[in-house]
């Protein structure tokens, strides 16, 4: 591994709340081995540093690695395979119903290659099993994440409850008595896992995996929500939650998810989780776009990171998240494209834009993100979330060297006003395409658009033989099933909800 010297003409630092992100002009970065040795001007640091490879010029803007806080790794994205945007609840029976993947390992392979040609360089990834091998597919996910050399803070997931609905008496009892013959043939043949079964396996991937500091994987305790989760799954978790160990989850994504809590234990989820000690600043919370004001006040005063999906929560329906009264009362945020960017690209960087816009009431003096605040949200945050504080998130030295290269004349051109502050012109201007040099622990993974670990034309090649495979028969026979199904999900959902639940953000109502 060569030594670097990064040249750009800026090199933007995220700021602590309030203040505006740090610019270095005419600015080079040292990096010795995996890690940033020197920060400071580019004439200094090359008579310091003159026999260290040369990467960039003064035609290039520097940043912190892009840190994408909630994922699933599917590369071909659900309108790919053929499931169109829907609501979040049967949307997951379209999911359900398209055909196995061939082969995990490219395919989470496509999604890293996407990411990283947007300037990632970390990924949460929130697993989700789509073959019913789990380990093989575990550890298909972790060789792609070897391939690509991201690092990844995997969650391994549990979903053992309410299979079908929020309900489960209810949804038995309104299918046909052939249909619910057959829901319960599936469900004898393929049992969810139990509580040591779960817990087991984390810990054996937890002792074979995880590392401290900047180690490229992490593993984290993963269930899918905590509707689809058993109590003494969730409670084991807390208690290892409080000893150190990490955890993420989908929280109240959706309102059928947050009346959940409220009919069954008369108090929100942020609450209910409260109570089983699994807030703090280990544990991450995708979504929660349907909080209230007392849940934010929970997780400020506890300092979980609530990763948000503006996109993906745009596309299915399920709402836009109180993101600026959370930023309001110092609740830590990070960015995630869930899979879904409204571009279906999985670049980060317009989701970034997406973020800083989205979140404006229609008052000068409503709290708002500002490009800044999103600047810090997709670096130092988002390195909390994947539990990586200290050690990346920020060029500086001693931290590793996680770095990414923009071009400032595809960015700017034809012209920008000299006043207008690097970071307001990345977050309002940049596209994924711009970034063309992405460097992770002191290896230049891409260069000039090129990727240097694996060869794009071939995994694309593969993927596309790989994904044009007809389904199985048991392909076949589960799509069936959810599609006879699916209606009576729907039918759950309009009877569900006997209260109106009001979304924080009011931004315009008729007269």
């Known amino acids: 591994m060569a030594n670097l010297l990064v040249h750009g003409k800026y090199l933007l630092n995220p700021a602590q709340p309030g203040e505006k992100t740090a610019v270095v002009q005419d600015a080079a970065v040292a990096v010795t081995g995996t890690s940033i040795a020197a920060v400071g001007s580019y004439s200094a640091l090359k008579k310091q540093y003159p026999d260290y490879r040369e990467v960039g010029s003064n035609e290039y803007l520097i940043l912190p690695g892009l840190i994408d806080v909630h994922h699933h790794g599917w590369g071909l994205s659900a309108i790919q395979q053929g499931a169109l945007d829907d609501t979040l609840e049967p949307w997951i029976y379209d999911l359900l119903m398209l055909k196995s993947p ?78 619910r013959t057959q829901v319960e043939a599936a469900l004898k043949a393929r049992p969810p896992m139990d509580r040591d ?12 995996r995880n590392q401290e500091g900047a180690a490229k994987v992490k593993i984290l305790y993963g269930p899918i929500n905590a509707v689809w989760t058993t109590p003494d799954i969730l409670e084991a978790i807390g208690e290892r939650v409080q000893q150190g160990r990490g955890l993420h989850l989908h929280v109240v994504e959706t309102p059928y998810q947050a009346e959940y809590f409220f009919k069954h234990y008369g108090k929100s989820n942020i609450a209910w989780l409260h109570e089983m000690h699994l807030l703090g600043p280990r544990t991450s919370f995708a979504h929660a776009v349907w909080t209230t004001r007392d849940d934010l006040a929970l997780l400020a ?79 130092l945050n ?130």
């Open 102 to 179: 061939t082969n995990v390992y490219l395919d989470t392979l496509y999604g890293n290659m996407k990411l990283l040609e947007s300037g990632v360089t970390t990924v949460l990834h929130s697993h989700f099993c789509r073959t019913g091998n789990y380990e093989d597919e575990v550890n298909a996910t972790l060789k792609a994440y070897e391939t690509s050399g991201q690092r990844v803070a995997l969650a391994l997931e549990v979903m053992n409850q309410h299979p079908f609905a929020y309900d489960d008496d209810w949804f038995l009892q309104h299918l046909s008595v052939p249909l």
């Open 197 to 208: 079964t779960y817990l087991n396996l984390v810990e054996k991937y937890y002792t074979e």
């Open 301 to 379: 005063e506890t300092g979980v990171t609530v990763c948000h999906n503006a996109s993906s929560n745009l596309r299915l329906r399920s709402g836009i998240a109180p993101l600026a009264f959370m930023h309001e009362r110092g609740v830590n945020i990070g960015v995630g494209t869930d899979g879904g960017t409204l571009n279906d690209d999985d670049d980060m960087v317009q989701e970034l834009r997406l973020v800083s816009k989205l979140h404006r009431l229609p008052r000068p003096t409503s709290p708002w993100v500002s490009p800044h605040d999103v600047m810090r949200m997709a670096t």
């Open 382 to 511: 988002g390195a909390r979330a994947t539990l990586r504080a200290d050690a990346i998130g920020r060029i500086e030295p001693g931290r590793a060297a996680d770095i990414i290269l923009v071009n400032l004349q595809t960015m700017t051109q034809p012209y920008l006003a000299p006043d207008i502050h690097m970071a307001d012109a990345f977050v309002y201007r940049a596209k994924g395409t711009d970034v063309e040099t992405v460097i992770i622990d002191g290896e230049l993974v891409m260069e000039n658009r090129t990727h240097l670990r694996f060869n794009k034309a071939d995994l694309l090649a593969q993927l596309r033989e790989a994904a044009a495979q007809p389904p199985t028969a048991q392909d076949l026979q589960r799509a069936d099933l959810f599609r006879q199904c699916r209606p009576v999900c729907v039918e759950f959902l309009n009877q569900y909800l006997d209260r109106e639940m009001a979304p924080q953000y009011v931004l315009n109502r008729t007269a």
